[in-house]
C-alpha cells in the first residue's frame, strides 16, 4: 500500500512542477516538506428509500431475500420472490420406451409435490452437521409463506420501449392467477438445519404405499453429511392439473410457451415476526438450486387389477429465467435527531456533504499535496448491534429528479486493487465501533481543481454488486439484497468526536 501512495503523491507532484523541483530526493528525505493532518466534520442526514430495482434482468442477483424481520429500531421487513419456473427437456408422464399389452393400463398417482428450497450453509472443523449462516431474525418464532401462480409475465424488454432492456424494482406489485399452491396456506415457515432428509412414500393405484425414498441432497458427489433444505408441500391436484395433464399439450412445447402458461411463482412472506432467510439461486450444483419437485408413479395394471409393474418417476422444475425480489417495508418515519439510520434493501440512506464550497476554496488556496484522506462514521451502540453490516458503501449522485445519475467514487476504480474505498465495520475493545472509508484520490481531484464535480455522496449497507466490474465501470447500480442495519451518529455537537469526520494527510512546502 506505501508503494501506491508513493505513486498518487508522486503523480500529485509532477502536477505542481511549477511550485516543486527535485521532488523525489526532497519527499523521501522530507527536508523540505512538512506533513500534517487537517480534519472537518461533515453533514449527514437520513435518506429514506422508497424502492430499488431488484430484479435479474441486466445484472445477475445470485441472492434472493424471503422472510420477515422485525427489529424495533428500524423498518420492518416482508421480503418475498417472484421467479420464473424453467421446464426440462422431454418430459413424458409414461415413457415411450414403456410399451404394454393391449389389455394393460396406466395409472399415475402423485406422490409427492413439494417447493425446495436449499440453505447456504457452512460447516466447521470437525462438525457432522452444517449451520445455516444466511438468516438473521428470531429463528424461533415463523413467518407465513404463500405460494402463488403469477399472472405478471416478466418480459426481457420494456414493453413501452422494445428497444430498452426491461427493469422491475422492489415495490413492484405482481398479479396473482388463482388460489394459494401450497397445500396447507399461511405455511409456518421457520428455518431449520435439521431438515436434511425427506422421506417420499410411493404408492400404488389404489393409495397403497409400496416403497419408501429418501431424499437427500449433498454439496458433492463424495460428502457424506446432508445439506438441509426447505420443503413446503404443494397442492398434489393442482400440479397434476397445471403440469403433468399438460406435458403433451402446447402449453409445454417449449420454454416460451410455457413462460406464457405458467408465467411464475410467487413466493410471499408475511407476518409480524420471524426471520430472513437469504437464498442463492445460482449454485453449481444444480439439485442444491431452489425448484419445484414432482414424484409421481406409474402402476401398470393387467385387466384393471393385476399389478403388474410399477415405474416412480420424479421431474424437476428449477426457478430459473427471471426472477425479482420484492421489499414491503415500513412507512416509518424517523425522528429527527442526533443519528442516521442506514438499512439495506430498500430501507434507508445517508446523505453525506463532505465539503462545503466555501470550505473547497479555503483549501484549494493551501496549495497541499493529499497524501492520504479518509472519512469515518461512528455507530450509535445504544442501538440494535447484533445485526449490523459487516461493510458500508459509498458512492455519488447528482440527485437529478426524476433520473438521477448513480457513479462510483474515484478510489473505487483507482484503488481497486488495494480494496478501493474500504468501508468495513471497525472494532474497538472488540465492540464495533465505526467504519472508515477511503476518499484520498476523489479529495485530491477537488482540491487540485482536476474536477469542478462536487456531488451529494450516499452511504448504504453494502452489497457484493456494488464494487465495479473494471476500472472503467464508473456508473452505479443500486441492488441490494442485504437486509441488515445499523445506527450512526450525524454532524450535530451534541456528538463530539463521534461526529462523522474526514481526515486529510497533507504534504506543504516549508
Not at 392467477?177 to 432428509?197: C, K, R, W, Y
Not at 493551501?366 to 445504544?382: E, R
Request: negative net charge; charged residues 20%.
Amino acid at each position: 500500500m506505501f508503494l501506491s501512495v508513493f505513486i498518487c503523491l508522486s503523480i500529485a507532484i509532477v502536477s505542481c512542477e511549477k511550485d516543486f523541483t527535485d521532488i523525489g530526493s526532497n519527499v523521501i528525505s522530507n527536508t523540505k516538506f512538512d506533513t500534517n493532518i487537517d480534519s472537518v466534520y461533515v453533514t449527514a442526514v437520513n435518506s429514506p428509500l422508497e424502492r430499488l430495482q431488484s430484479d435479474n434482468i441486466s445484472r445477475q442477483l445470485a441472492q434472493y431475500l424471503l422472510g420477515v424481520y422485525a427489529n424495533a429500531d428500524y423498518e420492518k421487513l416482508e421480503a418475498s420472490i417472484v421467479s420464473q419456473v424453467s421446464i426440462p427437456s422431454g418430459l413424458q408422464v409414461i415413457d415411450d420406451a414403456n410399451i404394454y399389452d393391449a389389455d394393460t393400463t396406466i395409472v399415475t398417482t402423485i406422490d409427492a409435490v413439494y417447493l425446495k428450497l436449499p440453505y447456504q450453509v457452512s460447516l466447521e472443523t470437525n462438525a457432522t452437521q452444517f449451520e445455516i449462516d444466511s438468516v438473521i431474525g428470531d429463528v424461533t418464532k415463523p413467518f407465513n409463506l404463500n405460494i402463488y401462480r403469477s399472472d405478471t409475465y416478466i418480459n426481457a424488454l420494456n414493453p413501452s420501449d422494445p428497444t430498452k432492456v426491461n427493469s422491475f424494482f422492489s415495490d413492484d406489485v405482481f398479479e396473482k392467477n388463482g388460489g394459494v399452491l401450497n397445500s396447507q396456506a399461511d405455511f409456518p415457515f421457520i428455518p431449520s438445519e435439521n431438515d436434511t432428509m425427506l422421506v417420499i412414500s410411493r404408492k400404488l393405484f389404489d393409495d397403497t404405499i409400496y416403497q419408501n425414498d429418501t431424499i437427500k441432497y449433498f454439496g458433492s458427489v463424495t460428502s457424506t453429511i446432508p445439506l438441509p433444505f426447505a420443503r413446503i408441500p404443494l397442492n398434489q391436484d393442482t400440479f397434476k392439473e397445471l403440469f403433468l395433464d399438460k406435458y403433451d399439450d402446447v402449453e409445454f412445447a417449449s420454454q416460451a410457451a410455457f413462460n406464457d402458461y405458467f408465467r411464475g411463482v410467487i413466493l410471499e412472506a408475511t407476518g409480524t415476526e420471524g426471520s430472513l432467510v437469504s437464498f442463492n439461486f445460482n449454485n453449481t450444483t444444480a439439485s442444491l438450486n431452489p425448484s419445484i419437485e414432482v414424484y409421481y408413479t406409474n402402476t401398470v395394471l393387467k385387466s384393471g387389477t393385476t399389478v403388474l409393474d410399477t415405474i416412480s418417476k420424479n421431474d424437476s422444475f428449477p426457478l430459473a429465467g427471471f426472477r425479482v425480489n420484492t421489499f414491503k417495508m415500513d412507512e416509518r418515519v424517523y425522528p429527527t435527531n442526533n443519528e442516521i439510520k442506514i438499512q439495506g434493501t430498500a430501507g434507508s440512506e445517508g446523505n453525506i456533504t463532505l465539503l462545503t464550497p466555501d470550505k473547497i476554496e479555503e483549501l484549494k488556496m493551501k496549495d497541499w499535496l493529499i497524501n492520504d484522506a479518509t472519512l469515518t462514521f461512528y455507530i450509535n451502540q445504544s442501538a440494535n448491534v447484533d445485526n449490523v453490516p459487516e461493510r458500508l458503501y459509498l458512492y455519488k449522485t447528482d440527485e437529478a429528479f426524476p433520473n438521477p445519475i448513480f457513479s462510483q467514487i474515484k478510489d473505487a476504480t483507482s484503488e481497486a486493487s488495494f480494496g478501493g474505498i474500504s468501508g468495513f465495520v471497525q472494532t474497538n475493545s472488540e465492540v464495533k465501533d465505526s467504519y472508515t472509508f477511503k476518499v484520498t484520490d476523489y479529495i485530491s481531484d477537488i482540491l487540485n481543481g482536476s474536477t469542478a464535480y462536487v456531488p451529494t455522496l450516499k452511504l448504504k449497507a453494502y452489497n457484493p454488486t456494488d464494487l465495479p466490474s473494471s476500472v472503467s465501470d464508473t456508473l452505479f447500480d443500486n441492488y441490494s439484497w442485504n437486509p441488515k442495519a445499523v445506527t450512526i451518529f450525524n454532524n450535530l455537537s451534541t456528538n463530539g468526536n463521534k461526529r462523522p469526520i474526514l481526515k486529510i494527510s497533507y504534504s506543504e512546502k516549508k
